[in-house]
C-alpha cells in the first residue's frame, strides 16, 4: 500500500483515482473545483480545496508523507512547473508529473520531477505493444507499474486447475474472472478447483513485468 497524493483533477487524474484506491493505496486529491472533487470523493481517502502553485497550500499538504505525487495539470504548463517547483522544494519524495510536449518534458525533468509521463503517446505506444500481440484482447492501466490483462487461455494451462497454474506464485497475479466464449458473460467467481478449458478468456491483474513473461512466452 503507498500513499499518494494526485494534484489536478482533469481527465488523466480523475482517472487514476479509482484504479489506485482499488489496489489498496491511500490516495488523497487536491484541486481548486469542489466540483471535480466530489466526483472522484469515494474512491478518496482525503480531499483538499486548493492552488498548488501556492506556496501556503502546498505546504499544508504535508507532501514529505506521501509516496507519490502525481501533478496531472499538463494542459497549463506554468502552473505545472511551478507545483512541481514547489513539491520538490517543500520534501516530496517523487514526483510523477504530466507533460504536454518534448520541451515541457525537458523543464520538469530539470526542475526535479522524478519521471514524467505523455498519456497521450504513451498510450499510443501501450496500444500498439499490447493489441499487436495475439494472445492479448484487452489491457486496462491502472497505474504504472499495474495492468488488467484479458488474455487467450494458455494452451498449457488447460485441463489443468487454478490451483494447479497458481499464478499469483508464479506471475504475481490475481484471476479476475473467467470470460466464456458463448455468451461473453464474465465469471468472478472462479474456485481453486476450477479447471481452465480451451475456450474463452481469462482476466489478470499484475505487475506488468511479469505478466508480460506470460504473454511473450
Known amino acids: 500500500m503507498k500513499n499518494i497524493l494526485i494534484l489536478g483533477l482533469g481527465r488523466f487524474g480523475s482517472a487514476m483515482v479509482k484504479p489506485l484506491s482499488e489496489l489498496g493505496n491511500q490516495v488523497v486529491v487536491c484541486d481548486t473545483d469542489e466540483e471535480k472533487i466530489n466526483h472522484v470523493i469515494e474512491y478518496a481517502a482525503g480531499a483538499k480545496i486548493g492552488d498548488c502553485t501556492s506556496e501556503k497550500f ?26 512541481v517547483t514547489l513539491l520538490k522544494d517543500h520534501g516530496a519524495k517523487c514526483v510523477y508529473a504530466k507533460a504536454g510536449s518534448d520541451m515541457h518534458e525537458k523543464l520538469l525533468l530539470r526542475l526535479g520531477a522524478d519521471k514524467v509521463v505523455f498519456p497521450e503517446r504513451d498510450a499510443g505506444a501501450r496500444i500498439a505493444n499490447i493489441y499487436g500481440r495475439e494472445s492479448v484482447f484487452e489491457c486496462i492501466e491502472l497505474m504504472e507499474n499495474h495492468s488488467i490483462f484479458e488474455i487467450k487461455i494458455p494452451e498449457e494451462w488447460v485441463g489443468k486447475s487454478v490451483r ?38 481469462v482476466m489478470l491483474m499484475g505487475e506488468v513485468s511479469r505478466l508480460k513473461k506470460l504473454i511473450n512466452r
Open 58 to 83: 502546498i505546504s499544508s499538504l504535508g507532501v514529505e508523507d506521501f509516496d507519490i505525487v502525481f501533478v496531472t495539470i499538463g494542459e497549463n504548463l506554468q502552473n505545472s512547473l511551478v507545483a
Open 164 to 201: 494447479e497454474v497458481n499464478v499469483r506464485h508464479h506471475y504475481g497475479a490475481n484471476i479476475l474472472g473467467i470470460k466464456k466464449a458463448k455468451d461473453a458473460s464474465l465469471d468472478p467467481n472462479v474456485s481453486p478447483d476450477y479447471v481452465f478449458t480451451s475456450e474463452g478468456t
